[in-house]
């Protein structure tokens, strides 16, 4: 815990006196103070002038970050015969029907986006005390609900990031690695701002997007000019 305490420390001596800056700059800091031995996640994290408890006000929506999240995502997919077949065929890594939810009610969920054809949601639907709490329920507004199960599946495992505001209005998603270009980084970083930007719900009153925070896994955090970041 001392080295962790140690590089902290260092890496908040870094950050001092800096707020309020260009992606550009933020994604610099965060990337050069990412020193841990392990290639950190780099986070970003989003306070929005919401309340998610009143439907008009929920944010949620999905992106396909242009370098990917450099994360391994697995897929499972709920599905039957020919589309069965072209979830497999497409790199999913768990597929089935009601053997598949009775693996999910005996507690196994080792995959990290859950994706269905609109037959399943049957079948899905009793697994909304399961999945809903951990993101993990197919949704059509973000693409887990389709017959496309080839195009989802390849979305998903490329690097396509869903989001969701969580209680206190914050969205909160993983961009990239560490290991990532300053430069692939920020185009991941951009994406995501504006996709945020773009799904302010009718029921937003006031300021939308109150902060902005980029950090890596181990690292401290540097809160990004949101005029400048949300103008392009």
């Known amino acids: 815990m001392a080295n962790v305490g140690k ?3 260092a890496a908040k001596a ?3 006196g800096k707020s309020e800056v260009s992606v550009e700059e933020a994604v610099a800091l965060v990337k ?3 020193t841990a031995k392990f290639d950190e996640t780099v986070d ?3 306070a929005l002038g919401v309340d998610p408890r009143h439907a008009d006000q929920m944010v949620r929506g999905v992106v396909a970050l242009p370098n990917g999240t450099g ?3 697995r897929v499972a997919v709920f599905a039957r015969g020919d589309k069965a077949e072209e979830a497999t065929a497409a790199g999913a890594d768990i597929v089935g029907a009601e053997d598949l939810m009775e693996s999910i009610q005996q507690g ?3 995959f990290d986006r859950c994706i269905a054809t609109p037959d399943m949601m049957p079948i899905v639907g009793r697994l909304g005390k399961i999945l ?3 993101n993990l329920m197919p949704n059509p507004r973000v693409g887990t609900v389709t017959m496309d199960i080839k195009a989802a599946v390849e979305a998903a495992k490329g690097g396509e990031v869903q989001f969701k505001a969580e209680k206190a209005g914050v969205v909160h998603a993983g961009i990239g690695k560490a290991s990532f270009s300053e430069a692939k980084l920020v185009e991941n970083v951009k994406s995501i701002i504006n996709a945020v930007n773009k799904a302010r719900p009718s029921g937003a009153k006031g300021t939308y997007i109150k902060k902005i925070a980029l950090s890596s896994t181990m ?8 005029a400048a970041a949300t103008a392009e």
């Open 71 to 73: 994360k391994t995502v």
């Open 32 to 34: 050069a103070n990412a």
């Open 7 to 9: 590089r902290f420390a």
């Open 132 to 134: 809903g709490p951990r």
């Open 219 to 226: 690292g401290p955090g540097v809160t990004l000019d949101i």
């Open 44 to 46: 970003i994290a989003f």
């Open 108 to 110: 196994k969920l080792d």
């Open 14 to 16: 870094a950050f001092d």
